[in-house]
């Protein structure tokens, strides 16, 4: 048998979901066809390869990502080892974690829960003595 060759490119979904920047391949496809994934400051196809050196920008939900590339995975592995494919500079590391901070204080985050059983009758309570 050959020996195993090392990985020189690989398909932008595959490693998007190697990486675990999305939980499947269908999503990051969904992600890259909505012109949320950017490869060296190109809108991109799936089967777009990439290459250990190219900026890719990630835009999810409301965070942004801007990473370069730094290994290639055939197989989705364990986050310590995925988050050795790619590099974050402290830059955009730091600007992320703005936004995050900012929607906090603003409340955009706060999630909204339904109340349980003891909240509606307290609810019920407050309506009925109006």
Known sequence: MA?????????IDKWLWAARFFKTRPLAVEAINGGHVHINKERVKPSRN??????????????????????LNEQ??????????????????EQRAAVIEERRLHGVNIR???????????????????
Request: aromatic share 6%.
């Open 3 to 11: 020996a195993e060759a090392e990985i020189v490119s690989q398909r």
């Open 50 to 71: 990439v290459r250990p050196g190219d900026e890719i920008r990630i835009t999810k939900g409301f965070e942004t990502w801007v990473i370069t590339v730094k290994g």
């Open 112 to 130: 909204v829960k339904k109340p349980g059983k003891h909240e509606r009758r307290l609810i019920d309570q407050i309506k009925r003595s109006w």
């Open 76 to 93: 989705r592995r364990p986050a310590s080892e995925a988050r050795l494919l790619y590099e974050e500079s402290e830059h955009h590391r």
